[in-house]
């Protein structure tokens, strides 16, 4: 399973940076998770609009989705548009992105599957389950499974004991860490910190943690020390372009 990481700005995009977009790859099946706002440019640079064989989002917040509009439009907008895109969210949280163009425009270029957070999915070879995790709208966490691997990914978060039931003894643990140390008061039930991502990788027992959607102009340097205040393991931080490769 091979993870390229398109962007990991939480909230909105830095300069010349994306928010939280994903590729996962597995026996040439392209997954795209999140597509968040400036993903599609940073995917295009990799692969064809045309290449992406399903979409997930974790939740309805367009810096999680806002590109799917740009890869419909790349895909549909052409002379030989491919086969629909299949893609998976919660009922109703791409109801606003996919208005954006006038109705109709796009609805042959997708399939949505909408699923229930809990609800196991089959996506190409990927095994996934998925988990509703507290944030400020619906959220899915989801844990990917391929061959021997496993991947799992917070979307956005709360603490809460089930993120390290998502991540028990997974190779990678993908969390959503918007600040480094102390969360804001409104935002302790919705959003988590480094620190708090670290802890629920250790109790988790996850052997790599990836800390993603740190807000822009926070500090990452400080984002890793506050998680491995609690994680013992490997920490990176989600930077664009990087790849991790789980053989
Ligand atoms: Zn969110």
């Known amino acids: ?45 990799r692969i064809t609009a045309d290449q992406v064989d399903a979409v997930f989002v974790s939740h309805g917040h367009p810096d999680h989705c806002a590109d799917l509009n740009p890869l419909l439009r790349a895909r549909t907008l052409r002379d030989d548009p491919p086969a629909p895109l299949p893609v998976y969210s919660l009922p ?28 196991p999915l089959a996506i190409g070879p990927f095994r996934a389950q998925t988990r509703p995790l507290p944030h400020s709208v619906p959220n ?45 008061r409104g935002a302790r039930r919705h959003l988590s910190s480094a620190r708090q991502a670290g802890r629920q990788a250790r109790e988790a027992g996850a052997r790599h943690l990836l800390l993603t959607h740190l807000q822009p102009g926070s500090d990452a340097a400080a984002a890793r020390a506050a998680a491995a205040a609690e994680y013992d393991g490997e920490i990176g931080i989600a930077t664009p372009g990087l790849t991790i490769d789980l053989p």
């Open 92 to 119: 109703g949280a791409l109801d606003a992105v996919l208005a954006l163009d006038r109705p109709g425009m796009l609805s042959g270029a997708y399939v949505l599957h909408e699923f229930v957070a809990g609800d």
């Open 1 to 45: 399973m091979l993870l390229t990481i398109l962007g990991g700005c939480g909230a909105w995009p830095a300069a010349g940076r994306a928010c939280s977009g994903y590729l996962v790859e597995h026996e040439g099946f392209r997954l795209l998770v999140d597509p968040g706002y400036a993903t599609v440019p940073r995917l295009l640079e």
């Open 140 to 184: 899915a966490g989801i844990r990917l499974t391929a061959g021997e691997r496993v991947l799992a990914y917070t979307g956005d978060t709360g603490p809460s004991p089930d993120v390290a039931g998502l991540a028990r003894g997974a190779d990678l643990l993908l969390a959503e860490a918007t600040f480094a140390d102390r969360v804001p």
